[in-house]
């Protein structure tokens, strides 16, 4: 293993991570974890902790009231034991990781990972491969938990084959998927599922508002513009530098990407042309599962036409499966690295055994959340804290950023985007409504405070995924060490972020086509 001497890192950041990897291995922190967790939710709800649900109503009409749950209930207990199984192979992101990887493994042993990057980086200016991982990271949200599992960890093979720190690439790229999770050129299935919500919360008031699925196009599309630069800075001049003064990669991660500036042979030239026939049919074949008749991809009976491609996008994880094994055979077939169908088999194999940490991980990892969810109190937390909001007295610029600081602190325990939107929106919605906000600026605050601090917690379901990448570098590399590498990206963000929203409400530009920043109640009907 390469490593050079590791020096005493200054500043907040060494703090965070000299405290951060003191700390037990990941697995274990989720495990005292969950022994807080039963420890709070049974004092929870011997206190009788609870809150009002700002939708869902009881037999009498009366809103259902979120109570506490002890994880030390007889309930509780029964299903902890009984649902073991499924709580772990239900974890969210634990299919999508054991498919692509699937198909990954062929194409990384096989060499055409490397012969790919080579190609691809060997005359590149290095300095433009920040800019380009971050954008397509944001853009890659279209494809949703697929370029978690894709684009991530080959960020850092790219960074490796040129020469640049793959950890920062890693980093650059988990920055720009969950960090900028929202900021896209085009609306995409999170549009239709956010403002599905936010229609539902704003007919509260107006019982004939519509939602405009496009109604955060331009915002999202000024976010990506926005953050691009931010995460190219935070990358370039705080991260790498960083990373490069105490570290360097793991030699037997290394081992397979050789020299970046060799030229090519004319084996690797002809897999590479192979190859990319076979990615070529790959997406042909997507695409015919598109446009065919029966449009198998297709929902044609969605009531959104934007969400009429949600079956496609879902289906980019089994693509990227395909694509990999289809490529990754092709050239291993050119360059002699796959003889037979045993050899492809062996290097599948070998991409699980690679992931057994991750497995480990994600076991402790699927408990904590689901327990945590049983226990209601990320429920309580958020409606109690969007009602607290409601009842600041705040003007209104001021209430827009602390809905988004809100939202970000929210994030830090409830990951799921669309189920913080459904618990704040019912109440945020209609209160901004009333003040003379339109629900689509609600909902561009809400989205900016939503991705700022994705990236540093470790309840977010792919963190501890983004760390099993980056222990395949650098081996020491612990918890502290991805959350002080990522809280600089998290701040910049953030603020960037809310001076955004700021500035959008000062000028009073156009959220999207036909969605503007003011909103002003319908009339009473008369009597």
């Known amino acids: 293993m390469a490593e050079a001497t590791q020096e005493r890192q200054k500043g907040i950041l060494g703090l965070i991570e000299r405290a951060g990897n003191k700390l037990p291995d990941p697995v274990f922190i989720f495990f005292w974890l969950i022994g807080i967790l039963i420890a709070g939710s049974a004092i929870a709800a011997a206190f009788g902790y609870s809150a009002q649900h700002p939708t869902q109503l009881d037999e009498s009409g009366q809103p259902v009231t979120i109570t506490a749950a002890s994880m030390l209930s007889p309930e509780n207990i029964r299903r902890l034991w009984v649902e073991m199984p499924a709580t772990f192979t239900h974890f969210h992101p634990l299919g999508y990781v054991l498919v692509v990887m699937l198909g990954a493994g062929v194409a990384e042993r096989s060499g055409l990972f490397a012969s790919a990057m080579r190609a691809g980086v060997k005359d590149a200016p290095k300095f433009l491969l920040t800019p380009a991982v971050a954008f397509v990271g944001m853009m890659g949200n279209l494809a949703a938990d697929a370029a978690y599992v894709v684009l991530i960890p080959l960020a850092g093979v790219l960074y490796a084959a040129a020469g640049r720190h793959p950890i920062a690439g890693i980093a650059a790229a988990f920055a720009g998927v969950s960090g900028g999770f929202s900021a896209n050129l085009l609306p995409g299935q999170l549009d239709a599922l956010l403002f599905g919500i936010t229609e539902t919360a704003a007919e509260q008031l107006a019982p004939g508002w519509d939602a405009n699925i496009a109604g955060n196009w331009f915002f999202i599309a000024a976010m990506l513009f926005v953050f691009l630069p931010v995460i190219w800075f935070v990358t370039d001049v705080i991260i790498e530098p960083r990373l490069k003064r105490y570290a360097t990669p793991d030699g037997e991660a290394m081992q397979n990407l050789g020299d970046a500036n060799a030229p090519l042979n004319a084996d690797e030239k002809k897999g590479l042309g192979r190859a990319g026939l076979a990615a070529l049919l790959v997406v042909a074949l997507w695409a015919a599962f598109v446009f065919m008749p029966g449009t198998p991809l297709i929902d044609e009976e969605a009531a959104i036409p934007e969400a009429r491609l949600t079956p496609f996008y879902q289906s980019l994880v089994a693509g990227f499966f395909v694509l990999f094994l289809a490529a990754g055979w092709a050239y291993g077939a050119a360059v002699g690295t796959v003889k ?99 629900p689509e600026m609600t909902t561009a605050a809400y989205r900016v405070g939503d991705g700022a601090t994705n990236i540093i917690t470790p309840l977010m379901v792919y963190f501890p995924l983004v760390l099993t990448f980056c222990q395949r570098w650098r081996t020491d590399f612990g918890l502290g060490s991805l959350t002080a590498t990522m809280l600089p990206y998290s701040m910049w963000i953030l603020i960037v972020g809310v001076g955004l929203t700021f500035a959008w409400v000062y000028v009073d530009l156009p959220l999207g086509p036909g969605a503007v920043v003011d909103y002003t109640l319908p009339p009473a009907p008369a009597q």
């Open 340 to 438: 037979n169908h045993r050899d492809a088999v062996k290097m599948m194999a070998g991409a699980m055994g690679d992931l057994s940490y991750y497995l480990v991980l994600a076991f402790a990892a699927a408990h904590f959340v689901a327990m945590f969810n049983w226990s209601n109190l990320g429920l309580i937390f958020a409606v109690q804290g969007a009602a607290a909001i409601e009842h600041s007295g705040l003007p209104l610029p001021a209430l827009l950023v602390l809905i988004v600081a809100f939202t970000a602190l929210i994030n830090l325990f409830v990951g799921s985007a669309s189920a913080k939107w459904a618990l704040m929106a019912p109440v945020l919605v209609p209160m901004m409504m009333l003040l003379g906000v339109s």
